[in-house]
C-alpha cells in the first residue's frame, strides 16, 4: 500500500502512541480527504496476524447515493476490513480503494476510526442534523473483534441515543451482547432496529467459509438475548449458497431454528457475488468444490446476481416455510427481480439491503422513524 512509509509499528502495547504533529496531512486512497496526522499500525499477540490501521478521521457519517435503494441516508462505519473473513463478503471490493488486497487483506488490515466517537458528536449536534436514521454494519460488522479493543460502540450508541437519531445496527458478532442494557437503555429515547446475519449451520462449511465469526448457534443465542430484552430483532438468512446450503432440507433447518429463537422477522437472500468478493470466493469453491465451479460460471454468468429463474425457484422452497413457521406476511415484498418468499420484509416495506437491492431489511432489522413536532418539542418514542 503507498502509505506504508507512513505506519508506525507499535509491538508493545504499553508504550504510548505516537504524537501527531500538527500540520501534517496524510492522503489516504478511499476514505476521500486527507486525514490529519500519522497512521499509527498496531499488532498484538492477542490478534495474530492482524494489523490494526488506526486512523484520525475527519468525518463519521456517511452519506447514502441518492439513487441508492437502502432505506437510510447515512451509515457509520468503525472499521475498514473484517477479520470475520468472510469468503462471500460483499465489502471486500472497497478494500481495493485503500490499495490493499481485497482477499486476505480485507480480513487482516483492519483500519480503525479512533476518533470516530468524538467526531460523530459533533456531527449530529449541529442545527442542521436532521436526526434520520443511521445505520451501522452496512459495510463491515461493527462488533467484529477488533470492537473488544476499541470499544468504539458504547459511544456511538450514546452519542445517537442522546440526539434524537434512530439507529440500525447489522452484525454477526456476538459482542453485541456486551452493549445489551445500553441499548435497552436507548431504545427508550429513540427506535432501535438490529439484525443478526445467520447462513450456514454445517460446522465444517462454516469454518472454510466464515472462520473468523462465532458459530451459527451462538449467534441464535444472541438472537434470543435480544429478545429476551424487549428489542427487535430481524435475522438476515444470508447468503444462501446455491447446491451447498438451498436444499429444502438445509432451508426448513435454518427457518426452524430461527422463528424458535423469536426472530422478529427473517429475510432470505441468495448469494451475492461484487466484484472484489467474486475472486475470492471463485477461488475457495475451486480448492473445496472444484465440481461446483461451472455450474456457478453458468448460474451467475460474470454478473453479481444468480440468475431470475434461480431466485424465483428458491423464493417458491422459501415461502411456504417461512408460512409453516410463522415469519411470513399477509403481502410480500418484491422489488426487480426478487421473488416472493425471499424477503419478509420491515413493515415499511422497504427494499435494498447491504450487497443486494433487490432483499428486504427484515421486520426488527430497521428503527421506525420518529415523530417529529413543530416547535422546540420533538418526540422521539413513538
Not at 32 to 53: Q, S
Not at 142 to 151: D, F, I, L, T, V
Not at 224 to 232: E, M, N, S, T
Not at 352 to 372: C, K, M, R, T
Request: hydrophobic share 40%.
Amino acid at each position: 500500500m503507498r502509505w506504508d512509509g507512513q505506519l508506525i509499528e507499535a509491538l508493545d502495547e504499553t508504550r504510548p502512541a505516537p504524537a501527531i504533529p500538527r500540520g501534517d496531512t496524510l492522503p489516504l486512497p478511499g476514505l476521500n480527504t486527507a486525514i490529519r496526522g500519522h497512521l499509527r499500525t498496531v499488532t498484538t499477540p492477542e490478534f495474530e496476524g492482524i494489523r490494526f490501521h488506526e486512523v484520525i478521521s475527519r468525518s463519521a457519517l456517511n452519506k447514502v447515493p441518492g439513487d441508492s435503494p437502502m432505506p437510510f441516508r447515512w451509515t457509520i462505519n468503525p472499521f475498514r476490513g473484517c477479520s470475520h473473513a468472510c469468503v462471500y463478503c460483499f465489502a471486500r471490493g472497497t478494500h481495493s480503494y485503500l490499495e490493499l488486497d481485497t482477499g486476505s487483506g480485507f480480513d487482516r488490515e483492519i483500519v480503525v476510526k479512533v476518533n470516530l466517537v468524538e467526531v460523530l458528536r459533533r456531527e449530529v449536534g449541529r442545527a442542521s442534523w436532521k436526526r434520520e436514521r443511521v445505520a451501522m454494519g452496512t459495510n463491515t460488522d461493527p462488533y467484529q473483534r477488533a470492537e473488544g479493543r476499541y470499544r468504539l460502540m458504547p459511544g456511538v450508541i450514546k452519542v445517537l441515543a442522546d440526539s434524537g437519531t434512530p439507529m440500525s445496527i447489522l452484525t454477526k458478532g456476538t459482542l453485541l451482547r456486551r452493549d445489551l442494557n445500553l441499548l435497552a437503555s436507548a431504545s427508550r429515547s429513540v427506535p432501535i432496529g438490529l439484525g443478526v446475519s445467520i447462513a450456514i449451520w454445517d460446522e465444517a462449511l462454516h469454518h472454510s467459509l466464515e472462520p473468523g465469526t462465532p458459530d451459527p448457534r451462538s449467534r441464535l443465542d444472541l438472537v434470543r438475548a435480544i429478545r429476551d430484552r424487549g428489542l427487535p430483532c430481524g435475522v438476515f438468512l444470508a447468503p444462501v449458497l446455491p447446491w451447498l446450503t438451498d436444499s429444502p432440507r438445509h432451508l426448513e433447518q435454518a427457518i426452524s431454528l430461527v422463528a424458535s429463537a423469536g426472530a422478529s422477522g427473517l429475510t432470505v437472500v441468495p448469494l451475492h457475488l461484487r466484484p472484489g468478493a467474486r475472486e475470492w470466493f471463485f477461488a475457495w469453491l475451486e480448492r473445496e468444490h472444484p465440481m461446483l465451479v461451472p455450474r456457478y460460471r453458468r448460474l451467475y454468468n460474470g454478473g453479481s446476481y444468480a440468475s431470475k429463474d434461480y431466485r424465483r425457484q428458491l423464493g417458491e422452497r422459501v415461502a411456504p416455510l417461512l408460512a409453516k413457521y410463522g415469519l411470513s406476511r399477509a403481502r410480500d415484498v418484491a422489488r426487480g427481480d426478487a421473488s416472493p418468499g425471499l424477503s419478509e420484509g420491515d413493515a415499511s416495506g422497504a427494499t435494498g439491503i447491504p450487497g443486494d437491492e433487490n432483499a428486504s431489511f427484515p421486520a426488527g432489522s430497521l428503527p421506525a422513524d420518529p415523530v417529529v413536532v413543530p416547535g422546540d418539542e420533538q418526540l422521539r418514542l413513538i
